[in-house]
């Protein structure tokens, strides 16, 4: 099983939307998938409540336990974790349960800044486990026609790690389907959201081999 931790520390970087997309972009593409909600607010839960028949099973693991509490789970192809914001213990517990490390990050220089500890984090584990974990940030809540997305893709390679060349833009699509527990691979299989998470699972499907 290959684990994915979706992880900013800061609030309103997009990430259980990238979470819940990228876990449905690898289901769609046949793999199994569990979704581990890791934040003790419970977003991706009330998501998955929202749908009755939801096709994505969502799991609650919001202790430091994350690594041990895979072990029991039922083997998938793939975990996604939708990290908790503002909880290093359960970031620190995220970081070591995973194969990867995705840090969205939205185009402003907060949130930039905002990310220092956690790579830090992450660059520790990376050290400890001799470069057997990946990490990479992806720029979220990109909006179409600016710079910013691209400004933001080169403040960030300071940091050392790597910006994956897919942007997730900033779409009316995301709320719209989160309210019904859905993605826009339920509403719009073959729009240009799908499209984008299908181009993010590429990259990190590539990045894992």
């Known amino acids: 099983m290959k684990v994915i931790a979706v992880l900013n520390q800061k609030g309103g970087s997009g990430k259980t939307t990238i979470a819940t997309h990228l876990a449905r972009a690898f289901q769609f593409d046949g793999s199994s998938v569990v979704l581990i ?24 693991i919001d202790r430091p336990t994350i690594e041990r509490d895979l072990k029991s789970l039922a083997k998938t192809d793939y975990a ?62 990109a909006i179409h026609g600016t710079k910013l997305g691209q400004e933001v893709g080169d ?4 940091y050392g790690l790597p910006v994956l060349n897919t942007r997730i833009a900033q779409r ?30 590429n990259e990190i499907e590539q990045l894992l081999k």
């Open 80 to 141: 996604v974790i939708d990290g908790a914001p503002q909880a290093a213990d359960l970031a620190v517990s995220a970081i070591k349960a995973a194969n990867f490390v995705l840090i969205p990050v939205q185009p402003s220089p907060y949130d930039i800044w905002a990310a220092a500890d956690l790579v830090e984090l992450v660059k520790q584990r990376i050290e400890v486990t001799d470069g057997k974990l990946q990490a990479a940030f992806v720029v979220s809540r």
């Open 172 to 201: 009316v699509i995301y709320p719209g389907t989160a309210a019904t527990g859905g993605t826009a691979f339920d509403s719009e299989p073959d729009g240009d959201a799908a499209r984008d998470f299908i181009l993010l699972k």
């Open 155 to 158: 403040a960030l390679n300071g």
């Open 37 to 60: 909600d890791s934040d003790p607010q419970g977003s991706a839960r009330d998501w998955s409540a929202a749908r009755d028949e939801q096709p994505l099973s969502v799991i609650g």
